[in-house]
Structures are given as C-alpha cells and as structure tokens.
C-alpha cells in the first residue's frame, strides 16, 4: 500500500480509504462479525484511514468501529462527520450545523467511538442559513477542548471553504466524486489544492452502481437508500445501465473488475484524491484494494471519459441538491 500526505496534517494515509457507512445498513442488511472482520482485514492490507458519521445507523456504526479498534486505535486515522438530520416538523429540512449540534455531536462520537479524541472531525453539510464561520469557530473550540484534531468539511463549496480558513484551517474537504459525479472538477478540488488541503472522494463507486451491484430495481432490497435516489429510479436506472454495459465491457479488456475500473479511474485523478469505497464485506474489500495496483495511460483515460462523458448520468446526484456543493 503506498501512503500519502493528507494535507497539512501530521497524517501519511493509505492511498485509499474505508467507508463504514454501508456497515450500518444503508444500502441493505450488513452483518456486524462481518463488518468487524472487514475493518480488520482493511487494517492488515494496510488501510489505515477510515470514514464514519454519527449518523450511521444512529450510531450504531461508532459503537461498530470502537469494536474494530481495539488494540489497533494509535495505527488509524479516523474522519468522523457530523450528520445533518431532517428537522421532525413538515419542512424535512436538514441542518445539523449550529455550534450546539456540532458541539453535541462531537462529545458524543468520542464516547461512542471510545477514544479520547477524533482526529477529524467534519461538518457533513454547510447550512446556507448558518454562517459557515459560526460552524467552524464552535468545530475550533473543539480543537481547543482536545476532542478533535482537525476540522473538516463535506460537500462545501469553494467560497465557503476560504470564508472557514479564515476562522480555523481546513484539513480535508470530503465530496462526492466517482466517473458520473464530477461537480468538485468545477472549483472543489482546485481549492483543496490550492489551500493544501486533503480530498476524500465519497461514493466513489457511484453508490454500487459501477461495481455492478445493481443491474435492476429488484436489485435493491427493503430498506436499502438507494431505491429512493434519483439515479436508482426504474427510468434513469434503464439510461444509466446502458453506458454501464461499456464501461463493463472496458473493464475486461483492461482484466480489471468494474469496480476496480472505477476506482483505478480516481487514483489516476491525482495523489491527492483519495477515494473511501464502502464495502461490508472482506470479498469486496480485496477486490477493491487491488485497484491501486492498476495504472491507467492517457488513452484509457479518454475512453472511460467518451464512455462515461461528465453530465451524462441521467438524474441528479442526491435528492437533496439544496445542500452539496454550499
Ligand atoms: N459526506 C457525505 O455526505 C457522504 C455521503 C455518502 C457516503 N459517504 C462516505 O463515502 C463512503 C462510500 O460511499 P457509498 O457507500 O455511498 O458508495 P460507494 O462506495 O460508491 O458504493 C458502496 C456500495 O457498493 C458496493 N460495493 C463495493 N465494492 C463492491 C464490489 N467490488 N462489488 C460489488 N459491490 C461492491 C457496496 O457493497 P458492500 O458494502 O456489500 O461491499 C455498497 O453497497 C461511505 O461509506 C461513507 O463513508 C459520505
């Protein structure tokens, strides 16, 4: 495994990441022994940089990974989000950014994770209704207080990561980005480079979508997200599916697997983008680790882009567009 310098930080992480969150049944049931063995699998092929949110599973998944680390805590980087809950009236708003929730939820994570001290802490979505500095400036009393190393943001946008660095530094920003989720191309990743920051590249398999995990509507059991997003729905699914069958197909003559394809597609982004597939499962953990291994040249890379060309998905990339890219 080949480890990289994550932005300004004291950190050297793993060139790919592990996201926990489908650990906690976000895209279908998940079996706890074997999400524990994952993590530990992921820490023996070298992974030492993992994702997690109070959110998952409403806990659940801290309580998870604090079974997972013990014995291994000091050897792993740990980015720990916020959430952004629905308000419970009709609005169905999500917020989950006021100095008070973001306080909360924080002392919270340390205890369920049991550390002492996260290492990133990050705020899941930046509120247009919230200053963004009064956000940051409660995340830096953390920092303060010993409960976080860092801070970092998901889904902000450029503007609003140089209004925070002005209150506290920004280690990492976290969006999503995957061959049908390019946004951070338009501005994100340039600001991360500019200000020496860490990118972790979320849903970098399209949700499942390019590792084949869903070839029809019947795919996606009772409870699993996805039959609730836009690009999942029985039409676009049908239009999606069509440039899958190339981008397949690729990924044979390449003798790579679709969802290392579609990793090995982020690597080659740049040293700086680090992708945090989810994975439940030791069998797709190690298929997917092996795509650090592939090297893909400049023509491959213009064939994944004519197969795949930006803005060619049909439906957005959340239902929530209101709260990416603030
Ligand atoms: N900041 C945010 O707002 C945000 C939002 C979403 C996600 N995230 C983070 O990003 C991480 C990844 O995103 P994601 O889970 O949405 O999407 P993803 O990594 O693009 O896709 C995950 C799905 O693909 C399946 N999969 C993975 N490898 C596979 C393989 N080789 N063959 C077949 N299926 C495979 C997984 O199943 P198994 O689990 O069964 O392997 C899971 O259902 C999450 O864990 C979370 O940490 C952050």
């Not at 940089?49 to 959110?55: G, L, Q, V, W």
């Not at 600001?191 to 979320?202: D, I, P, Q």
């Not at 697997?257 to 579609?262: D, F, G, K, V």
Request: hydrophobic share 35%.
């Amino acid at each position: 495994m080949e480890y990289v310098q994550f932005g300004t930080s004291e950190f050297k992480v793993s060139r790919m990441g592990l996201g926990c969150m489908s650990m906690s049944g976000v895209y279908g049931p998940a079996d706890d022994n074997e999400s524990i063995a994952t993590l530990h699998q992921a820490f023996d092929l070298g992974i030492n940089f993992i994702d997690t949110s109070a959110s998952y599973g409403s806990g659940h998944n801290h309580e998870l990974i604090a079974k997972a680390l013990k014995g291994r805590r000091e050897r792993i980087v740990i980015h720990s989000k916020s959430g952004s809950p629905r308000a419970p009236d009709a609005s169905g708003m999500r917020s989950g950014s006021t100095p008070e929730y973001l306080t909360q939820n924080c002392e919270q994570s340390v205890k369920r994770l049991g550390i002492d001290c996260l290492d990133i802490f990050c705020m899941s979505r930046v509120d247009p209704n919230i200053p963004v500095e009064e956000s940051v400036g409660a995340m830096a009393q953390l920092v303060q207080r010993g409960l976080t190393r860092y801070v970092g943001l998901s889904e902000a946008s450029a503007m609003s990561i140089n209004r925070a660095r002005k209150v506290h530094p920004i280690v990492s920003l976290q969006m999503e980005y995957s061959l049908w989720s390019r946004d951070p191309e338009a501005g994100n990743i340039a600001a991360c480079r500019e200000f020496n920051m860490g990118f972790m590249a979320y849903s970098p398999l399209g949700r499942g979508f390019f590792a084949g995990a869903v070839h029809d509507v019947k795919d996606m059991t009772d409870g699993d997200g996805r039959s609730n997003h836009p690009r999942f729905q029985p039409e676009n699914l049908a239009r999606n599916l069509k440039l899958l069958g190339q981008f397949e197909a690729f990924a044979q003559e390449k003798t790579a697997t679709p969802a290392q394809l579609a990793l090995a597609w982020l690597l080659a982004q740049g040293n700086d983008i680090i992708p945090i597939p989810s994975n439940k499962t030791r069998r797709h953990l190690e298929e997917n680790i092996r795509a650090t291994d592939i090297r893909l040249s400049k023509d491959d890379l213009a064939r994944l882009d004519q197969i795949f060309p930006p803005g060619a998905a049909a439906g957005p990339r959340t239902k929530d567009l209101h709260r990416v890219n603030v």
